[in-house]
């Protein structure tokens, strides 16, 4: 099993910047990929960004140029980093890791980043 624990949310202005954190702990060995999602009220929970054991990472093209994603393997610890933040950025923002290709495995209980213009 794999524990993971999201933080760094918050409320902040349109154009600013927020960094989620999301630190694995349990069978972290069995983790090949972790990402983030978000799901805002009423839509779809969708893929923000994600990075592989390789380093490969992806992104969603509404967020490419604003938010990168990077994790520390010392630290057991996923990031994001958020720049130039938009209102429609608000949403509940999900830790994921996957074990296999198909997944996500394990879920964050999730981190709300509110946006205000």
């Known amino acids: 099993q794999v524990q993971l624990v999201e933080s760094g949310g918050g409320l902040v202005q349109a154009g600013g910047s927020l960094r989620l954190s999301c630190t694995a702990s349990?069978?972290?060995?069995?983790?090949?990929?972790m990402g983030w999602y978000r799901q805002a009220p009423g839509k779809d929970r969708e893929l923000v960004a994600a990075?592989?054991?390789?380093?490969?990472?992806l992104y969603a093209e509404s967020v490419k140029g604003r938010f990168t994603v990077s994790g520390d393997n010392t630290k057991s610890t996923l990031y994001l980093q958020m720049n130039s933040l938009k209102t429609e950025d608000t949403a509940m923002y999900y830790c994921?890791?996957?074990?296999?290709?198909?997944?996500?495995?394990?879920w964050g209980q999730g981190t709300q980043v509110t946006v205000s213009s």
């Open positions: 990075i592989n054991k390789g380093g490969r990472t």
């Open positions: 349990g069978s972290i060995f069995s983790i090949n990929a």
């Open positions: 994921a890791a996957r074990k296999g290709i198909q997944g996500p495995d394990y």
